[in-house]
């Protein structure tokens, strides 16, 4: 029985690559790096990645219609799909890529669940304590500028996307506000 999962439809595949990559395109802005000072490294980029993904799927969680939870898992398993594959462009041996890519899962993880309550309670200063933690490694205080103006902008981001409709998504639409967009 356990072989016929293997052959299961996964019908919002392509879907979930469509908003992963809208994801990935948002959080590849430069203003990210620039303004906001996120560094420009594989990690960074990484947060930033994940941190657009979570709000994806938060988003697509919340939806009362019941395709929602099915194309959040689409969105994450797109991302690591990703993810792996990024690995081995870059040279990781396949004995490796596993624990890798578990790793990575295991950071998505907790950066969503670290996340979460602060855009519940829409706590912008909480917010910014988990991204100073997570995005500049503790380097940069919570109260400094950049992570108080990453905390609006997901803040901002969290709203727009409670405010997309369904079919939009359905498309392959999500539409993140920019760095710019969001007063320093």
């Known amino acids: 029985m356990a072989l016929f999962g293997l052959f299961r439809r996964q019908p919002h595949r ?12 948002a959080a590849r ?17 990484f947060d930033l990645i994940g941190l657009h993904v979570a709000l994806l799927i938060r988003r697509l969680h919340r939806d009362p219609d019941p395709r929602g939870p099915s194309i959040a898992q689409a969105v994450f398993d797109a991302m690591f799909a990703d993810m792996d594959h990024n690995l081995r462009e870059m040279g990781v041996g396949d004995m490796s890529i596993a624990r890798r890519v578990k790793n990575m899962w295991e950071a998505f993880h907790g950066r969503a669940q670290a996340y979460e309550a602060p855009l519940q309670a829409r706590d912008a200063a909480a917010l ?27 803040l901002a981001a969290d ?24 007063p320093a």
Do not use: I, M
């Not at 690559?17 to 994801?23: C, K, R």
């Not at 802005?29 to 980029?45: A, I, M, N, Q």
């Open 14 to 25: 392509r879907l979930g690559f469509e908003l992963y990559g809208a994801a990935v395109r």
């Open 128 to 154: 910014a304590t988990a991204l100073a933690r997570n995005v500049w490694r503790g380097t940069l205080p919570p109260e400094a500028p950049e992570p108080r103006r990453l905390a609006a902008l997901s």
């Open 159 to 182: 709203a727009a996307l409670t405010r997309l409709p369904l079919d939009a998504l359905l498309r392959g639409e999500a539409h993140f506000p920019a760095p710019e967009e969001v």
């Open 29 to 45: 802005h430069p203003g990210f790096f620039t303004d906001l000072s996120v560094p420009d490294t594989l990690d960074g980029r």
